[in-house]
């Protein structure tokens, strides 16, 4: 069996704990020793993985045992450590947190089991001294098979708070401290929703990178964290396949990516360009005409209401889009792309913008969340991604409302009856009109093979 890569899982306490700060510090600082650093992101988070994806310069990967399974999890893991020295996994809300709060399926804990992977335990340790005792030990043993094997405090007050943070860990026998992160000593991070703000490389800048490794170089033991990672114990890994289409069976799909839209999981679109699609990326925000002779559109999440003015303003673009929606050929869009589809946007400041005006309704922003979690979708009928009975996972998460109810129009249907897994509510979405289907869901389509088959099948090819 080939060599497992070196790997830690950098987890918190809670959400707000500076795991992101931590990780994206971490794996620069790794970088800079000429690590080839491969990032992970657990959970369905869209906005993490991409500043991760900034720090490394490569893709981030979701591991989401409940939208993927762990097969896949760890297949995907094998498949993308191949050519990495060492990952950097950065976990979701608290150590524990997952899909309910009766087991840690879906949580950090899970994968770092999973992965057999030692984690570094993120504390907050404003206003804590011995405290951290009682923290570090109830998460050490709530489950067997899950190895803190070093704890990290953020928000540290002074050199002696740093003595008396390891002084009650060692003497409770407890993982050590490997380092205390001075308070207010990384540069902040803008956020925005669910996380950071749209991912961009002026918000996180090599200045800022450098900035961030520094502080880590300066107050944690990096030289212990690798030794960990080289450390830990092979987990037991799947070797994942690869089907490859000749060349000349592949189908053009454009990909709106831009500023406004970028939320796809990086997995999926390797998984399409393996199946047969050649992607062809295009800016609604700037383009002017779609490309050439496309055999279907993907328009992924984002954040189009932060740009509205502008998208509303290139009417050619919305236009081409509209006139791609009645030739008959696919057109997908998740979240962001449905807004974009919709008749227009009202933002939280009362302007509205009108947009591509397919989908029969307005959407208006809210200031709070309209839905988060995560759902799984069966299809009530045949679609470009499934046959009616068939299903996928995935996750809500948008401030959007729709004004009204698109199916009040008799050119549209529900393609979908949408199950959410904390209450078990289910709604009728999936909106479709011919070959047309838009939906607030973000699907996990690389753990969905079946699915991403039909779609290309749909756009024409085998």
Not at 152 to 176: D, F, M, Q, V
Request: charged fraction near 25%; charge should be neutral; include cysteine.
């Amino acid at each position: 069996m080939a060599p497992v890569c070196p790997r830690v899982v950098v987890a918190g306490t809670s959400s707000g704990v500076g795991k992101t700060s931590i990780s994206l510090a971490l794996v620069h600082a790794l970088k800079k020793r000429r690590l080839k650093v491969q990032p992970f992101k657990v959970g369905p988070d869209f906005l993490d993985p991409t500043y991760l994806s900034l720090a490394s310069g490569r893709d981030c990967f979701n591991l989401d045992g409940w939208m993927s399974g762990k097969k896949y999890i760890t297949e995907l893991f094998a498949r993308e450590t191949a050519t990495a020295d060492i990952a950097v996994i950065e976990g979701v809300m608290g150590l524990f947190d997952g899909v309910d709060p009766k087991t840690s399926k879906g949580s950090s804990a899970e994968t770092a089991e999973l992965l057999s992977a030692p984690i570094l335990l993120v504390v907050n340790a404003r206003g804590m001294a011995r405290s951290i005792a009682a923290v570090v030990k109830g998460f050490s043993e709530l489950e067997k098979g899950v190895s803190i094997a070093g704890v990290i405090a953020n928000h540290c007050g002074s050199a002696r708070h740093r003595e008396y943070l390891a002084s009650a860990l060692s003497s409770a026998n407890l993982p050590p401290l490997l380092g205390a992160i001075p308070k207010e000593a990384f540069p902040e991070l803008p956020s925005r929703h669910l996380g950071l703000v749209t991912a961009g490389k002026s918000n996180l800048n090599a200045e800022i990178l450098d900035k961030l490794a520094l502080v880590l170089e300066d107050n944690v033991d990096i030289d212990a964290i690798i030794k960990l990672a080289k450390e830990a114990e092979p987990p037991e890994l799947g070797e994942a396949s690869s089907e490859i289409i000749p060349e000349g069976q592949k189908v053009k799909l454009g990909l709106a990516y831009d500023d406004a839209f970028h939320f796809y999981y990086a997995d999926s679109l390797k998984k399409m360009e393996q199946l047969g699609c050649r992607l062809i990326k295009f800016s609604p925000l700037s383009d002017e005409t779609l490309p050439k002779n496309l055999d279907g559109l993907y328009m992924g999440g984002g954040y189009p209401e932060e740009y509205a003015e502008t998208l509303s303003e290139n009417r050619p673009m919305l236009e081409a889009v509209k006139q791609f929606a009645g030739s008959g050929k696919p057109l997908y869009a998740e979240c962001g792309g449905l807004v974009y589809l919709s008749q227009g946007v009202e933002t939280l400041d009362g302007k509205r913008y009108p947009l591509a005006s397919i989908l029969p309704t307005h959407v208006k922003m809210r200031k709070s969340f309209k839905h988060l979690g995560y759902v799984e979708a069966t299809f009530t009928a045949d679609t470009i991604l499934g046959l009616k009975g068939e299903s996928l996972k995935g996750h809500r998460f948008h401030y959007s409302e729709l004004e009204s109810d698109p199916l009040k129009n008799s050119e549209w249907s529900a393609s979908y009856s949408l199950k959410t897994r904390r209450t078990g509510e289910t709604a009728r979405e999936g909106f479709s009109r011919k070959s047309v289907l838009t939906s607030y869901l973000h699907a996990h389509l690389a753990s969905n093979v079946t699915a991403l088959k039909k779609f290309i099948a749909s756009c024409g090819g085998n």
